[in-house]
């Protein structure tokens, strides 16, 4: 994935210095929802001695940006909860979780007059955990504060309206307890792709 995102980013700057210059105008609002796959990291640390994985999942995404300069906005990422199983050593169901992944990001949009308009995005994600069940007694995960980072894309299907391809990764870290005790961290890391429909006013 790490390729990808590298790959990604690399075609939309390479767009955008092919085409004519045009600006995404400072003042202007931006507003999308679609969908996004949440994919953790194959390799989600060790919890109680076993090793842990967390599976992926599918929800609602919404996104909010202010232009404080041409081509230059700040955006902010919302969803609707995502759920997740964690099984430990392959087989045993450790529990269930539910996430909301609010992240605030700066955003850089290639100036262009294509119908095709790159971005590329970094900022912070703070993860809410919340809903925590197992059958193995009561299990709570941390909220965790990282790093995100983004490429995306968008198509323009009229003046002011697109379709959004986007790629981000999250720096998602939570410490795990069971009956009150200590077990691990687990490093869930996740791509999220998403697609969405976004308009600007």
Do not use: C
Not at 11 to 19: E, F, G, H, R
Not at 124 to 136: G, K, M
Request: proline share 4%.
């Amino acid at each position: 994935m790490t390729k990808t995102l590298a790959a990604l980013t690399l075609s939309t700057a390479l767009i955008a210095l092919a085409a004519p210059v045009s600006a995404q105008s400072q003042g202007e609002w931006a507003f999308g929802i679609g969908a996004g796959y949440l994919d953790p990291k194959s390799d989600n640390g060790t919890l109680a001695g076993l090793d842990a994985e967390v599976d992926s999942d599918t929800s609602v995404i919404f996104t909010a940006e202010y232009f404080l300069r041409d081509n230059l906005g700040i955006e902010l990422l919302a969803a609707t909860p995502f759920s997740h199983d964690v099984t430990l050593g392959g087989s045993i169901d450790a529990g269930s979780t539910k996430h909301l992944p609010p992240t605030l990001s700066l955003n850089y949009h290639f100036p262009t007059n294509s119908v095709w308009k790159p971005y590329v995005g970094a900022g912070i994600n703070y993860t809410i955990f919340f809903d925590e069940s197992s059958a193995l007694g009561d299990l709570e995960l941390d909220d965790s504060v990282g790093i995100a980072v983004q490429a995306g894309l968008d198509y323009m299907v009229s003046e002011n309206g697109a379709v959004r391809l986007n790629l981000r990764w999250f720096d998602i870290d939570t410490d795990v307890s069971l009956n009150g005790t200590d077990i691990g961290t687990a490093d869930i890391d996740p791509w999220l792709v998403g697609i969405s429909y976004v308009h600007r006013f």
